[in-house]
């Protein structure tokens, strides 16, 4: 069935597309004296094929892989298709790469391309294609063109920093965000790591005192598609979707590893507590050493600072929301003993169970945003379907401006 697909639909493409391809197959002739380069890469079962492309630097060489997805050496989704040299280095776990048909869309690129591949590509890929049915493997295609769209070409520079409007945010890895947290932890040093989206970025537009804050946080880390699209526009390329939602089981399990304490601070009666809970048994060495809700008075700030600092913990999370949970931990960093303090909004909600996330298939496509938008519409509204366009506007006209 699975094959039958992809005959039928690169076929077709084949038909369509075939003026435009003659044309730019004489192109490439003319231009170099070949119409195709070649990559030599084994496919499945380790049978050899060269991936073909138009030679040439001109526009549209890949669609020459059409004729590889017909003849039935590349599939549309599959594990990717590795070189010799590739091969030769793959680690034990990866043995029966092989045993999976290549394509151009594998699970670990998907997640890759919408800045969503935290973990190793091998096991990412294998766990999907191992249970592979028509229903799943046509919407892992879907999936595959609309992150296309979404999240472009990865060939743009990557710089080590990214820039907007006065706000520098660091274009890391999920995995070097905790590294670098573990180490501030380790050489007991302080500092506020503040996460932003499109939606924080345009209250620090006008904010003045949020954006302050986070131009002299210790680091502030990019949450979201939006981010990634924005980069785009400004002719860069993002990493990867640094998002506290999914670093905080990471950070978690390096706590319970390495011993670090955690405090969970914010959102409604209990939330903390059932977030902590559900963490601790997913990580039952974890060290939860505090929770409070956030509805608490100014009176009563200085009992929460003296509970927190009492706990003994090495990171604070805090969820009240942006702005003001930036400028809460801004105006109290020196009264807290964490070594890290975070801001990291609704996290609890979804840990604790209160909110469900958007599936994975969702996220996937870069559209958690519009499951957000479902579930609560008239708080959401303005966020995204005014905000979102208001964001790239804003970042047009920074590119614009120099």
């Known amino acids: 069935m699975i094959r039958l697909f992809d005959i039928f639909t690169s076929g077709a493409a084949l038909i369509l597309l075939s003026p435009w391809l003659l044309f730019r197959a004489g192109l490439a002739y003319i231009k170099t004296g070949s119409v195709f380069s070649q990559q030599a890469l084994l496919g499945y079962q380790q049978q050899p094929f060269n991936r073909l492309r138009f030679a040439g630097d ?21 594990v990717r298709a590795l070189s010799a040299e590739e091969t030769a280095q793959l680690p034990e776990n990866a043995s029966g790469h092989f045993g999976f048909r ?18 190793e590509e091998f096991a990412t890929d294998h766990a999907l294609f191992a249970n592979m049915s028509a229903k799943n493997y046509l919407g892992l295609c879907l999936r595959g063109v609309i992150a296309w769209l979404l999240g472009g070409s990865s060939d743009n520079p990557t710089p080590p920093t990214l820039h907007f409007w006065g706000v520098d ?29 499109p939606a924080c970025l345009n209250i620090a537009y ?19 598609i939006g981010i990634k699209i924005g980069c785009r526009l400004l002719g860069q390329n993002l990493r990867e ?17 390495s011993g670090y304490r ?28 505090g929770v409070q809700d956030g509805f608490f008075s100014e009176a009563e ?67 958690e945003w519009a499951w957000r938008l479902l579930q609560e519409p008239g708080r959401m509204w303005q966020r995204y379907l005014i905000g979102n366009p208001l964001f790239l506007y804003r970042v047009w006209r920074q590119r614009q401006q120099g």
């Open 241 to 257: 979707n640094v998002n506290g939602t999914d670093m905080f089981p990471r950070l978690c399990e390096r706590a319970a590893n």
């Open 301 to 367: 700030t200085p009992q929460v600072l003296a509970t927190i600092n009492n706990s003994g913990a090495d990171i604070l999370l805090v969820g009240f929301g942006v702005p003001k949970q930036e400028l809460w931990l801004a105006q109290y960093q020196t009264q807290l003993t964490p070594s890290v303090c975070m801001g990291i909004g609704g996290l609890f909600d979804y840990y604790s169970g209160r909110i469900p996330r958007a599936p994975m298939w969702l996220r996937e496509m870069g559209m």
């Open 262 to 289: 955690l405090f969970l601070l914010g959102g409604l009666p209990d939330v903390a507590a059932l977030a902590a809970a559900a963490m601790q048994e997913r990580f039952p060495n974890l060290q939860i050493v």
């Open 206 to 224: 006008k904010h003045a005192d949020y954006r302050q804050v986070l131009q002299a946080a210790t680091r502030v880390l990019p949450d979201g």
């Open 102 to 119: 290549p394509g151009l869309i594998s699970a670990y690129g998907l997640k890759q391309h919408i800045g969503q591949a935290y973990d």
């Open 58 to 78: 001109a526009s549209g060489k890949t669609f020459a892989v059409l004729i590889n997805i017909f003849k039935g050496d590349l599939a549309w989704a599959g």
């Open 169 to 197: 945010i660091a274009n890391t890895t999920m995995t070097e965000a905790v590294d670098w947290l573990a180490q501030r932890i380790d050489s007991k040093q302080s500092g506020l790591v503040a996460f932003v989206n």
